[in-house]
């Protein structure tokens, strides 16, 4: 029966009927069809979510016309497909975004205009799934616009959180958490697909034996068991080809205490019912640390295993054969969350499908590649054996077979030293036994990828040295990049129309185009129309931040914006240093250079990081203090911009002056804020540090404001036994600065509270700040020097854009299809 079906489909001539097409009138029609029969409403009765979901659901049928297409070329071509897997991802807004690749912004807006409804206003009530922390969610989400774009096969996989990323409020200075309620208003753009689920085991014990015939087998009992089903949300490139963004989410298993259920014992099934959907039921909000818990571990596995029997699924849907999984398929590890499919697919291919050793791990070794993002030793996942031991059993006994053979094989092939077979075994047996997620990904991968030059390098000559040492041609770097769709046309339409009416628009989807705005760098009326849609952004932000902390700034004022995770590795405690230092000057008359500038800051705290929470309160009392001094706030105002997300980023971007990337060098992996705000037309002020690096070499050294310690020199520093303690007592409008944040003045004549902060300052230091300090001030002067040119900074600023060519999502994407995936783009049509 299906194969009639599918014959009788023409699927080409079907989804391009007349019925979906593009025009004003079949918008109108189907929105107006979406809200009568998609959703049951009348018009005097829909509510404005009710608005926005037929819209949505008008779209989405749009996106899966557009979608169908894709699915069927990869089909018909037999192409090798990318599993991106990875444990968070912010793809932002939906709506918005998806009119513009599609390209019916403008008849979209008519059509609804026509119903008496402002597309702006239904834009502005979605609610993003916060479903990431920050850099690492959005550079999966960038990565699959690109994969999109460019039309190569690919299937991003990831855990649906209920509550993703809580929303951050201030109050009284303090960061507050509420829970994040994306799917409250149910969420159109997604569609279940109940028969795409599986079996998830966990804990329990292992049984050694022979099968049936003798064969040596491996049965895993496990202790509970839960389901996962996929949640399908398709992502459309611009112009045309899609992906999928597939989702898991926990649910209890049919069978699950039906016995309990059938003894009336009720609560007892229910309560299975709740405990397995806990696995999915939160993010856990930790920017680069590890707490060691159990649930985390059960959500990396949960949605590791399904993703991978999906895989395996839909290799062999097409006939193929088992043994050839790696030629279809090119699995990224997005950091170590997902490492332990390095064990699983051994577990599926070895314990399941009965393949041997050696054949299962060719396979996996050439299937999975391994991208590390940080390092930061807190950040570097390790799992205690007692706990891995008592989630994953089986797993543990896999991932000691892996390392028994590769520690045999270092040690007789390649004459190891007992020290060094130490420091690269996948366990670490230095205290309390931990299993290394890195070198795990390490060894069960064909490629190991940095996200910048520097960072990179800074892998292959620290982390993961020894292993670099041993195969020099396994590592490899990929500079991250950022889709300029959503961060330049979308979120700063006006200058992507101007810069499509000098240049044309085919920058859009090839950023190098950029360059051809070299030439008007100099053009004094196209400086006055670059600059005049600046200052249009900053009203618009100006305004938006008013309304949402009742601060008024004047958008003539300088732009200083520092937005991204609050950590001490990032130092915002050193903007707010110079922020100070500016104060006090004003205060005294001494600060004649000065323009008038606004200081804004954006980013959330992990909940349990206390110096993190105390930097927000710190920066909100400085806040607080300068923008009621009438002696100073014409020339200064101070903001915190609360609950920083992808919708509220896409407001700070294109309104900035400048970009703060003020990381200690040697720290930021790689950065793709400062590739957001330069690629807006902000001028950057920056250490040498992971992609800044970069862009300093693209835009040119005249065209970014350079301060601070070099990544060796930090070192050595380090090495010689750092002093902060001497710096403060030499540098005597630095102490006056330091002294004044425990002076009581920002605190109510409290001089304790900010005192933990001051006192890690003056003896650890563990970022160098104050080393760092005085080259920062310096370099600020510098800045302001600038700004009383506004012809220079106008002609930089267009420079800074027109060389950011380089970080487009869409190379990144490249390179790692060419390097390390070894995939091509369908042919479309
Ligand atoms: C790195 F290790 N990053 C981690 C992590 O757990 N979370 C995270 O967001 C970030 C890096 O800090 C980065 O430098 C980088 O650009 C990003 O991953 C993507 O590679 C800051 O954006």
Not at 97 to 116: D, F, K, S, V, Y
Not at 169 to 198: C, F, M, S
Not at 343 to 353: G, K, Q, S
Not at 480 to 487: L, V
Request: with cysteine; charged share 25%; proline share 3%.
């Amino acid at each position: 029966d299906e194969k009639k079906f599918s014959d009788k489909i023409n699927i080409a001539s079907t989804s391009g009927s007349s019925r979906i097409s593009h025009s004003k009138e079949a918008i109108k029609a189907s929105f107006l069809d979406s809200l009568f029969y998609g959703i049951g409403r009348v018009p005097a009765l829909a509510t404005p979510n009710d608005r926005y979901t037929a819209l949505a659901l008008t779209i989405r049928d749009r996106i899966f016309q557009q979608f169908i297409l894709t699915t069927e070329s990869i089909s018909k071509q037999d192409a090798r497909a990318v599993a991106y897997l990875s444990a968070e991802y912010l793809p932002g807004p939906h709506l918005a975004n998806n009119l513009l690749n599609l390209e019916i912004t403008a008849q979209t807006r008519e059509a609804m205009e026509e119903l008496g409804i402002e597309l702006d206003d239904l834009i502005a009530i979605e609610e993003e799934p916060g479903l990431g922390n920050g850099g690492l969610g959005r550079l999966a989400s960038c990565y699959l616009d690109s994969l999109a774009t460019l039309g190569i096969p690919a299937i991003a996989y990831g855990i649906r959180y209920e509550f993703g990323i809580f929303d951050q409020v201030i109050k009284d200075g303090w960061q507050v958490e509420l829970t994040d309620k994306w799917l409250h208003y149910g969420n159109p753009w997604e569609v279940v697909r109940p028969e795409i689920a599986y079996e998830v085991k966990f804990g329990g014990r292992t049984e050694h034996g022979a099968d049936s015939n003798g064969k040596f087998q491996v049965t895993w009992v496990p202790g509970s068991e839960v389901k996962g089903t996929a949640y399908d949300t398709p992502i459309l490139g611009y112009k045309g080809n899609g992906a999928v963004l597939r989702l898991w989410r926990a649910e209890a298993i049919e069978s699950f205490d039906f016995a309990a259920f059938n003894l009336g014992d009720y609560y007892r099934a229910v309560e299975a019912k709740m405990l397995s959907e806990n696995i999915t039921k939160v993010l856990y909000p930790n920017d680069q640390a590890q707490g060691g818990k159990e649930l985390r571990l059960k959500q990396q596995y949960f949605f590791v295993t399904c993703s991978l029997q999906d895989i395996i699924r839909l290799h062999l849907i097409q006939g193929r054969n088992l043994e050839r999984l790696h030629e279809k398929f090119a699995i990224q590890l997005n950091d170590t969350h997902p490492a332990i499919a390095i064990a699983e697919l051994m577990r599926l291919l070895v314990d399941v499908h009965q393949l041997d050793w050696a054949k299962a791990w060719h396979i996996t070794q050439n299937c999975f590649a391994y991208t590390n993002h940080t390092l930061l030793p807190e950040a570097l996942e390790k799992w205690s054996i007692p706990l891995f031991e008592k989630v994953l059993p089986r797993h543990l006994e896999i991932i000691y077979e892996i390392n028994h053979r590769f520690l045999e094989e270092i040690r007789h092939q390649h004459s190891y030293n007992n020290a060094q077979i130490a420091g690269m075994s996948i366990i670490d047996e230095s205290g309390e036994r931990y299993i290394r997620m890195a070198h795990l990904a390490t060894i069960g991968s064909h490629s190991v990828n940095g996200v910048s030059a520097m960072h990179s390098e800074l892998l292959k000559k620290e982390v993961l040295h020894d292993f670099a040492g041993l195969w020099p041609d396994k590592f490899c770097n990929v500079t991250n990049g950022i889709t300029p769709r959503r961060f330049l046309y979308l979120s700063n339409t006006p200058l992507a129309e101007l810069i499509s009416s000098y240049i044309g628009n085919g920058w859009i989807t090839d950023l190098d185009q950029l360059r051809k705005l070299e030439p008007y760098a100099d053009d004094v009326s196209f400086q006055n129309s670059w600059m005049e849609i600046k200052l249009n952004n900053k009203q618009h932000l100006a305004a938006l931040l008013q309304k949402q902390t009742g601060i008024e700034i004047d958008p003539a004022m300088l732009f200083d914006i520092q937005a991204k995770r609050i950590h001490e590795y990032k130092r915002q405690h050193l903007k707010v240093l110079h922020i100070l230092s500016v104060y006090l000057r004003l205060k005294k008359g001494e600060l004649i250079n000065f323009s008038p500038s606004a200081f804004i800051f954006a980013g959330k705290a992990a909940p349990g990081y206390i110096m993190a929470k105390l930097l927000i309160k710190l920066i909100n009392s400085v806040a607080d203090l300068v923008n009621q001094d009438t002696e100073v706030n014409d020339k200064m105002k101070v903001v915190f911009m609360p609950d920083f997300n992808v919708k509220n980023a896409q407001n700070l971007y294109p309104a900035a002056d400048l970009s703060e990337q003020i990381s200690m060098a040697g720290m930021e992996a790689s950065g793709t804020g400062n590739m957001k705000f330069s690629l807006n037309g902000a001028l950057t002020i920056g250490t040498l540090d992971g992609a800044n690096v970069e862009i300093r070499q693209e835009v040119g050294e005249d065209n970014f404001f350079l301060f601070g310690l070099s990544v060796e020199q930090v070192q050595a520093n380090k090495t010689a036994g750092y002093q902060p303690y001497d710096i403060y007592q030499q540098n005597q409008h630095l102490r006056e600065v330091l002294d004044f944040i425990v002076s009581g003045a920002l605190s109510q004549g409290d001089t304790q509270l900010f005192r933990p902060l001051y006192e890690n300052l003056l003896y650890q230091d563990p970022f160098m700040l104050l080393a760092d300090y005085q080259s920062y001030i310096d370099c600020q002067e510098q800045v302001h020097e600038l700004w009383r040119e506004p012809k220079e900074w106008a002609r930089k600023s267009i420079l800074n854009v027109a060389r950011m060519g380089k970080f487009s999502s869409d190379r990144s994407i490249r390179d790692y299809s060419d390097l390390i995936w070894k995939v091509t783009p369908i042919n479309k049509k």
